[in-house]
Structures are given as structure tokens and as C-alpha cells.
């Protein structure tokens, strides 16, 4: 009986790890090119709509830009630097 146990209990831990190790269906590319296309959209948002915060948000801890004499590195520079085209009313370009 205590063998019998234990064998379920070994097919149980086998059959749930089988489970946890299936990998899901990958997207078409069209999927992920639909995915980049609504994320540079929703990027460019944040300037017409003057929503430094939303910029921010898409910013990676390690995200490095090259917008000026030497390159921006990390998430609070990037902000810092950005910042200035979000304060006034009009956009600094499109």
C-alpha cells in the first residue's frame, strides 16, 4: 500500500512538471508586428498628449538614449533630459 502511494505520488509530480514545462504557441509575426506597432503608437501618444509621466513609463531601468552630447544612461536621466519637451503646450516636433 505505501509503495502504491508513493508511486502515485512520484506520477503526480511527473505529470504536473510535464505540464509546467509545455511551452505555449509562439505569436504569428503578425501579432508581434501588430504588438510593436500599437507600442510605438501609444509611445508617440505621450508627446501629443504632453504625458511626461506616460513617456516614463515606458522607459527601461537600463534604457540608454543618444540625445545630446553624451549618451543618456537610465531610466532618471532619460526622464530628466525628456522632460524639458513636455513642458510646454506646443510640441517640439511630431
Known amino acids: 500500500m505505501k509503495a502504491r502511494l508513493i508511486q502515485l505520488a512520484i506520477t503526480a509530480m511527473l505529470e504536473g512538471t510535464q505540464l509546467c514545462a509545455e511551452t505555449p504557441p509562439k505569436p ?4 508581434l508586428q501588430q504588438q510593436v506597432i500599437q507600442t510605438e503608437r501609444a509611445f508617440a501618444k505621450t508627446m501629443a498628449d ?3 509621466a506616460a513617456f516614463v513609463s ?9 540625445s545630446g552630447p553624451v549618451p543618456l544612461r537610465g ?4 526622464a530628466a533630459w525628456w522632460k524639458r519637451f513636455y513642458e510646454k503646450p ?4 511630431a
Not at 504569428?28 to 501579432?31: F, H, P, R
Not at 531610466?75 to 532619460?78: C, L, N, Q, T
Request: proline share 4%; net charge negative; hydrophobic share 50%.
Open 28 to 31: 504569428s509575426l503578425q501579432a
Open 50 to 52: 504632453r504625458d511626461h
Open 58 to 66: 515606458f522607459l527601461s531601468e537600463e534604457a540608454i538614449f543618444f
Open 75 to 78: 531610466k532618471a536621466a532619460v
Open 90 to 93: 506646443e510640441t517640439p516636433f
